[in-house]
């Protein structure tokens, strides 16, 4: 048996959406993962962009994306997530977001709070009404544990009018297991009294 982890537990929750998704976004790419699952489990037309700052994730996206013939798929793009509404306004259906280090690159290119805040706002004004975003907080390390604070800070005051957002953590595992984030649009339009970064 699998357990839940913060990434199956991000898959579980969105996979439904992702059936009539119009279009979805990897903000992370990382090695890739969440970006196949995204591709493997939308429609054809379904628009799927993801996003790296590091060559070598997008190197590894595109590798596991052409093992399972999904490449052609997926627009892999080579910037920072706080640029996300340059690349098209039309409205996300599911956004992923997957924080920390590289795994087996360099610890020291990390996602930032600063940035992450930025892209996670951004992302939030992108996201469809009805759409969800995950955001998977690794903050076993420095920079991770100042993330969790400043999106636990930020999130805990978005107002519930028009947005739910929620959490979940493995809580007997050693080694800072991941936070997950989960946020829901509820309604459109939701500038006036919304939490700022």
């Known amino acids: 048996m699998k357990a839940f982890t913060a990434v199956r537990m991000a898959h ?34 379904t628009i ?15 590798q596991l994306l052409a093992e399972f013939g999904l490449l052609d798929k997926v627009t892999l793009i080579l910037d920072s997530h706080t640029n996300i509404l340059q690349y098209g306004t039309q409205p996300a259906d599911i956004i992923m977001f997957n924080l920390g280090y590289l795994p087996g690159a360099m610890h020291c290119i990390t996602t930032m709070k600063e940035s992450t ?36 800070c930020f999130l805990e005051n978005i107002p519930q009018t028009s947005y739910t957002v929620a959490s979940w953590q493995m809580v007997n595992q050693i080694n800072c297991p991941p936070v997950l984030y989960v946020i829901e649009k509820l309604r459109g339009d939701a500038r006036e009294g919304s939490a700022t970064i």
């Open 12 to 45: 579980f929750l969105i996979k439904d959406k992702l059936a009539a998704a119009a279009r979805v976004i990897d903000a992370t790419a990382g090695n890739g993962n969440d970006t196949l699952f995204l591709a493997r489990y939308s429609p054809s037309t």
């Open 48 to 62: 799927i962009h993801a996003f790296d700052v590091q060559q070598t994730a997008l190197d590894k996206t595109r």
């Open 117 to 152: 805040l930025e892209a996670v706002q951004a992302s939030m004004d992108l996201l469809a009404v009805g759409g969800i975003i995950t955001i998977a907080v690794y903050h076993g390390h420095p920079e991770g544990q100042q993330e969790l604070e400043a999106l636990h």
